[in-house]
């Protein structure tokens, strides 16, 4: 969930799950399931700030991740994720090297 494009500065960014992913890492990370047009993912990548919001909400920076393990976590999100599955080129049992082919369309970031 994101605040509208005429959110005035210095308002945060508030996203809720789906698109918050658990089981990798010990940080939670962050999936873009509609790709790189989410109006979400071009604000954390202007601001790097954001509200999360589960339970209690949480003033979290947020950084994109460019690292090798973006497949995996693609990967790990399908599991987890099942309304996620219909917007993802591929099958959660795929390969991970089918993941490797997708990684620049989907944009993860990582709560820093």
């Avoid at 790709?35 to 071009?42: E, V």
Wanted: include cysteine; aromatic fraction near 8%.
């Amino acid at each position: 969930m994101c605040l509208p494009r005429w959110r005035q500065p210095g308002d945060r960014l508030a996203i809720a799950p789906p698109d918050l992913c658990h089981g990798l890492e010990a940080r939670p990370v962050l999936q873009a399931m509609l790709g790189q047009k989410t109006n979400w993912a071009r604000n954390l990548r202007a601001d790097g700030h954001a509200v999360l919001r589960r339970g209690r909400p949480e003033d979290v920076s947020l950084v994109e991740d460019l690292s090798d393990n973006r497949a995996a976590i693609l990967r790990r999100y399908l599991e987890v994720a099942a309304g996620a599955r219909p917007f993802f080129p591929v099958d959660r049992h795929a390969p991970l090297t089918e993941f490797e082919r997708i990684v620049d369309l989907y944009p993860v970031f990582r709560v820093a």
